[in-house]
Nanobody, 126 residues
Framework: QVQLVESGGGLVQAGGSLRLSCGAS????????MGWFRQAPGKEREFVAF????????YYSDSVKGRFTISRDNPKNTVYLQMNSLTPEDTAVYYC???????????????????WGQGTQVTVSS
């Protein structure tokens, strides 16, 4: 069974940092582009960050650019999201996902991803 499992969420004060991890089991995701998305209560799931298979290309939403960093450790089959300078607007459930195709096309679209984790809650207090 293929699984993505996020961890590292929690409660943090505004200005603080968290590092999310996304571990994979069931198959290797070393060649898969990966993405992080988030969903706040009452809102649609939105794109946060993308990384290609080698880590040489990354993209971010405007709202997190300069504060969040996506990275991956292929031997460990793990993707990370380092989140700094957190604000209450970053409060959401964060999901990692594996892209259906190897290209970076439409990296921001949820429909381009097939395997999803169960999500990890990030709460930023003011």
């Amino acid at each position: 069974q293929v699984q993505l499992v996020e961890s590292g969420g929690g409660l943090v004060q505004a200005g603080g940092s968290l590092r999310l991890s996304c571990g994979a089991s069931g198959r290797t995701f070393n060649m898969d582009p990966m993405g992080w998305f988030r969903q706040a209560p009452g809102k649609e799931r939105e794109f946060v960050a993308f990384i290609n298979w080698s880590g040489s290309n990354t993209y971010y939403s405007d709202s997190v650019k300069g504060r969040f960093t996506i990275s991956r450790d292929n031997p460990k089959n793990t993707v990370y999201l380092q989140m700094n300078s957190l604000t209450p607007e970053d409060t959401a459930v964060y999901y990692c996902a594996a892209k259906i195709t190897y290209s970076s096309a439409a990296y921001y679209s949820t429909s381009e991803y097939h395997y999803w984790g169960q999500g990890t809650q990030v709460t930023v207090s003011s």
